[in-house]
């Protein structure tokens, strides 16, 4: 069982669960447009997880349906989903998450920001706002030359929720109040649009495998205020020791002992050192799919190392598809993979 299905996160786990094993897959979700195009054969509507009645609509369709395996891709129905494990064992059915206070502690980014930095992993400093004498000294503190600072919603939600670089006090004064921020906001120190993430995945504190992806632009990044939609316009194939180390790092500051599904966001600061920004817990990003048409299926190792079977065996446990693959997307049409020597000869 899937959620989410139809929105493009999940659509890529299902794309990969059915490109090489015969699984019946069943999607769930609350919007019945995108459900409505899930490749899932059986779906069914849900509430939000932030509804009240989440819960239990939840538990009814694991008593009709009897999952095996369940697998969430939304940061809020994660955190929600987490906290009913007991209810999942009750009904056998299989998931795969890291514990709930490492959920916690990575759905709220300031909290990740706190175990980073007492970890001793580089990170751009970080203030929560709560008042105004807060994000005047976050101006002061560390703007950068040309007076400007980040600011982001530390509340759960992905896309770079909230968003903003400014060097303007009263314009980020009223993005925080616009946005009802006070107190879930964080200014940032500015780095730079350089980005990369990891994808991992462990089983019992052993890693099993992980591969990184540059980003070359988002989708639609011109017409977001930030210049960030959440939504990778070109992700490219990439290996690099100092981000193996950094997110391995990262990932060991929020759990001591990984098991599932860790997913390193890091940005370059002006030295060229890769920080990290959050941890995509206990889901895959949205261009899974990209890993599995060049070879590395995670989703189909995740869910069979969840159902009980042996975490398969790698030569090459972190990057072991070839640099330089390239996965174009686009608004309505397929994305497709490329070489990036094939892209320049074109």
Not at 34 to 60: G, N, T, W
Not at 324 to 345: A, Q, V
């Amino acid at each position: 069982m899937i959620a989410g299905a139809g929105g493009a996160p999940s659509e890529g786990v299902i794309f990969s669960l059915m490109k090489n094993r015969d699984y019946e897959i069943f999607g769930m979700g609350a919007d019945s447009t995108d459900l409505a195009c899930s490749l899932a054969p059986f779906k069914r509507l849900v509430p939000y997880a932030s509804e009240e009645i989440y819960q239990d609509a939840l538990v009814q369709i694991i008593e009709e349906v009897r999952p095996d395996f369940i697998h969430f891709q939304n940061d809020a129905e994660i955190f929600v989903a987490s906290g009913m494990r007991h209810i999942f064992d009750s009904y056998n059915v299989g998931y795969f998450l890291p514990r709930h206070e490492v959920i916690d502690t990575c759905v709220h980014k300031y909290k990740s920001y706190l175990a980073f930095a007492e970890a001793g992993v580089r990170v751009p400093k970080n203030l929560l706002i709560e008042n105004e004498k807060q994000l005047k000294e976050s101006f002061s503190e560390f703007g950068n030359p040309e007076g400007k600072i980040w600011l982001r919603s530390s509340a759960i939600g992905g896309g770079g929720k909230g968003s903003l670089a400014t060097e303007n006090f009263d314009f980020a004064k009223a993005w925080i109040t616009a946005n009802k921020g006070w107190g879930s906001f964080l200014a940032a120190e500015m780095l730079t649009s350089r980005t990369v993430t990891w994808q991992s995945i462990w089983s019992k504190g052993k890693l099993v495998v992980a591969q990184t992806r540059k980003r070359s632009g988002w989708i639609h990044g011109n017409r977001s205020i930030s210049g960030i939609t959440g939504v990778t316009k070109v992700g490219i194939t990439t290996s690099d020791k100092q981000v193996d180390e950094i997110a391995i790092s990262s990932i060991l500051a929020v759990d001591k002992a990984p098991n599932g599904l860790y997913g390193v966001d890091m940005t370059y600061d002006a030295d060229g050192i890769p920080n990290p920004t959050e941890i995509n817990i206990a889901r895959f990003f949205t261009t899974i799919r990209f890993f599995t048409e060049a070879g590395l299926n995670m989703p189909d190792i995740y869910t069979q190392i969840g159902l009980g079977f042996e975490a398969p065996n790698f030569d090459r446990r972190i990057n072991p598809l070839p640099e330089n693959l390239c996965w174009l997307r686009g608004m309505d049409r397929e994305p497709k993979l490329f070489t990036e020597e094939s892209i320049k000869n074109l």
